[in-house]
Nanobody, 122 residues
């Protein structure tokens, strides 16, 4: 399975960015995708996930209300719409793949994408 992340970049505080993750290869017919982020000197943390089964979404408390994860069926991508960005959102954002239609937490991640940099200036 290969994961390609799109989007990212530099934005001012209060601005918006949209990330997309495309999974290709032997993905199987049912899988879930999530986003994590890692800032310099900090541990990797969960941001959001989309479960193919039922379209369930999960969010970290720190991003609820500001970030929305969704699936684009036409493009077969999972998108992360990030609004009201804050400097503390600055990090490398990584896409994560799980087999199975229900997101089951970081311990079940089978593949990681290379990440895309998001920088929020104050």
């Amino acid at each position: 399975v290969q994961l390609q992340a799109f989007g990212g970049g530099l934005v001012q505080a209060g601005g918006s960015l949209r990330l997309s993750c495309l999974a290709s290869g032997r993905t199987s017919s049912s899988y879930s995708l999530g986003w994590f982020r890692q800032a310099p000197g900090k541990e990797r943390e969960f941001v959001a996930a989309f479960s193919w089964r039922g379209g369930r979404t999960d969010y970290a408390d720190s991003v609820k209300g500001r970030i929305t994860i969704s699936r684009d069926n036409a493009k077969n991508t999972v998108n992360l719409q990030m609004n009201s960005l804050k400097p503390e959102d600055t990090a490398v954002y990584l896409c994560a793949f799980q087999y199975g239609g229900t997101w089951s937490g970081p311990q079940r991640v089978a593949f990681w994408g290379k990440g895309t940099q998001v920088t929020v200036s104050s």
